[in-house]
């Protein structure tokens, strides 16, 4: 019985490596996560700290959310000064890059330009998560330090997962036909 991987032609992979996508963007939003509790727990210090950590770590859909947020507060300020609600506009622009990551990961399967802008949004995901928990533990306030530990764990790791990305679609590439 052959598998469906190998029917399209693609080189069949190792169980592990088959969820590489969604350790990218699952280790993400895991970070993003993390980031939340930290300053929803106050470890961060103040929540200013933890607010533009998370614009600096999901730019594009934060400034959305800036843009959303101000419009909904002008509205209903009564519903915005809940803790779930802000819990809710601090986490949602950095789950929503890690589905979009993940889309991008898996779609890269079907997509040399999906593929491309997965790579890069991974390696630009990575890169943010591991600058943000550098810039907590390098802080100059010593109670915030231990704060950047896990940030810099879950980046290093996405680091890895997106490593073994693109070690392995380098290669699940078939070489192109010469003629001779």
């Known amino acids: 019985m052959k598998d469906a991987s190998s029917h399209r032609g693609e080189p069949k992979s190792p169980f592990w490596l088959r969820w590489v996508p969604e350790e990218i963007a699952g280790t993400y939003a895991l970070s993003v996560v993390s980031l939340a509790t930290l300053t929803s727990e106050g470890v961060l210090g ?27 507060e002008s509205l209903t300020p009564q519903v915005l000064t809940s803790g779930a609600a802000e819990w809710v506009s601090l ?65 290093v790791l996405q680091a890895f997962f997106v490593f073994r990305y693109v070690y392995k679609r380098s290669f699940a590439a078939p070489l192109p036909k010469v003629d001779s």
């Open 46 to 72: 103040d929540h200013l700290y933890g607010y533009l950590l998370m614009g600096f770590m999901a730019l594009p859909f934060f400034i959305a959310e800036a843009a959303t947020g101000l419009a909904m």
């Open 91 to 155: 986490l949602w622009p950095g789950l929503l890059q890690a589905l979009l990551l993940w889309w991008l990961l898996r779609r890269g399967r079907h997509s040399v330009r999906s593929e491309r802008w997965g790579r890069l949004l991974a390696t630009l995901t990575t890169f943010l998560v591991i600058v943000s928990g550098v810039v907590v533990i390098f802080d100059q306030w010593a109670p915030r330090r231990p704060g950047g530990i896990p940030l810099l764990v879950l980046g």
